[in-house]
């Protein structure tokens, strides 16, 4: 790999690997090579439970996609890379501190994108204090009272955005937006404005709503399908 730049993913130099193309998609493969994922990172039991929850109505909503919302529900609502993008959310690795003893920044920025992923979920608050070479665990409190310093130090309340996650519980999201809102600003963007703003907008102003309206029987019945500005070859089912 080449020598890491601040910010900057570094670009693998390993040659591609390419196989022959497979002529079916989906069945059984797809549905063992779902069950693997989800049992290598998250264990039988979980994989499970798991599983059975995507897209159900007393479930959650899958993080790999918008997927309909028919009346009537099967036990399956996923597809492969649905139950994959599941099983990432939901793996049991984490990193603890002395992971971050043994990596300094500069190491971790010479790490690709998918090697960190891989490392697992944080399991504590870290901080990197100024001129420091290595992220340090920090308490949940000591957390806390860095984030409240750093709000009550703004001259505005503008001045403040407020980032979350898009799949925040709506429990959780209604308690974060009043804190910000009696903080005096509305600036509360999430996963959705950044990446589906432009879908969103575009959607609203040609059939009046942000998502997709289709049902699955829609693409056996439909004689052209455009795809526009996606590669489901690499990146979708």
């Not at 609502?77 to 990432?88: H, M, P, S, T, Y």
């Not at 990446?195 to 439909?222: M, P, Q």
Request: with cysteine; charged share 20%; aromatic share 6%.
């Amino acid at each position: 790999m080449q020598e890491p730049t601040e910010g900057v993913t570094p670009v693998d130099s390993n040659p591609l690997r390419l196989s022959k193309i497979k002529k079916t998609a989906a069945g059984i493969p797809a549905a063992i090579s779902s069950l693997n994922h989800g049992i290598r990172k998250m264990g039988v039991v979980k994989t499970v439970k798991t599983l059975l929850m995507v897209n159900q109505k007393e479930g959650f909503d899958c993080p790999g996609c918008a997927w309909p919302d028919p009346e009537h529900r099967t036990s399956f609502e996923f597809c492969e890379n649905g139950a994959k993008a599941v099983a990432d959310e939901a793996m049991k690795a984490n990193v603890n501190p002395n992971f971050f003893k043994k990596y300094s920044i500069k190491d971790l920025l010479g790490k690709s994108d998918h090697w960190l992923n891989k490392q697992g979920r944080l399991a504590h608050p870290m901080v990197l204090k100024s001129g420091n070479s290595h992220y340090e665990s920090i308490s949940w409190d000591s957390a806390f009272d860095m984030i409240a310093e750093s709000i009550n130090a703004m001259d505005v309340p503008e001045r403040g955005v407020f980032y979350t996650s898009g799949r925040t519980s709506n429990e959780a999201a209604f308690l974060y937006q009043a804190l910000v809102r009696s903080l005096g600003t509305n600036n509360l963007p999430d996963c959705s404005n950044m990446c589906h703003e432009s879908s969103g907008k575009a959607l609203g102003s040609t059939i009046g709503i942000g998502k997709g309206t289709v049902h699955l029987d829609d693409f056996n019945k439909s004689d052209l399908i455009l795809v526009v500005g996606q590669n489901p070859g690499t990146n979708h089912p």
